[in-house]
């Protein structure tokens, strides 16, 4: 799990709170992922990111903002969230965002919103 | 559903049993692969299968794949304890995103 690290590893925060969660990869890759997995749902992807920009935002709501300022560090910025948001958010990266090759997790935020 | 379908959902078996999963998907694929994950963790590459492949193996792990049936299965030979996880397949749609499937619960019971 050195490779790609996530903070926190786990939040709990208001309905009106606004957060951020962070994920840095040190395998010097150039695609970066942000995933949520809730409870008996498979894995729905949010955002993929390569070389910094944003290629795919897949019907996310707004209240999700990610934010990429460099090919390490991937954030998700979370603010006015409902209660059905609470999940694991998983964040992953790979070598480039093409079909061959693997994706490499960090271990996930568990949040909760309350 | 772009998704995949494993079945079964959840397997519980004793150590030193043999454990396979399935997966079927819907759509062309280049390549499968299959991903392991512990309760509440993140998930772990184990193998990647492309589509001209039949089968390959890597230590204890056997994927075969069947393009003309859509399907993919993943065995675990002499299960060990510590084998108990989730165990997902994913394939890349025609849009280039990473489909996973809704895993399959495996019990090992020493």
């Known amino acids: 799990e050195t490779g790609v690290t996530q903070t926190p590893r786990h939040l709990v925060m208001g309905m009106t709170n606004k957060k951020s969660l962070k994920c840095e990869q040190h395998?010097?890759?150039?695609?970066m992922y942000w995933y949520k997995q809730s409870a008996k749902k498979p894995l729905e992807l949010m955002f993929v990111y390569s070389l910094e920009e944003r290629v795919e935002n897949n019907s996310v709501p707004s209240r999700f903002s990610p934010e990429c300022p460099n090919s390490s560090h991937l954030f998700l910025h979370l603010h006015t969230l409902q209660p059905e948001d609470s999940a694991l958010y998983l964040c992953?990266?790979?070598?480039?965002?093409?079909?061959?090759?693997?994706?490499?997790f960090g271990p996930g935020t568990r949040l909760t919103v309350t | 559903s772009q998704q995949g379908e494993e079945d079964p959902q959840a397997l519980s078996i004793q150590e030193g049993e043999n454990a396979t999963m399935n997966c079927s998907y819907k759509?062309?694929?280049?390549?499968l692969q299959w991903y392991r994950q512990n309760s509440g963790r993140g998930l772990v590459h184990l193998i990647l299968i492309r589509s001209n492949e039949r089968e390959k193996h890597s230590g204890r792990l056997r994927v075969t794949l069947d393009t003309s049936k859509k399907s993919s299965s993943l065995l675990i030979t002499a299960s060990r304890a510590a084998d108990t996880a989730s165990y997902f397949c994913a394939f890349y749609n025609q849009g280039g995103k990473l489909i996973f499937g809704q895993g399959t619960e495996l019990s090992v019971k020493p």
């Open positions: 992953a990266s790979s070598q480039d965002s093409s079909f061959w090759n693997e994706q490499y």
């Open positions: 395998l010097g890759h150039n695609a």
């Open positions: 759509t062309s694929i280049n390549n």
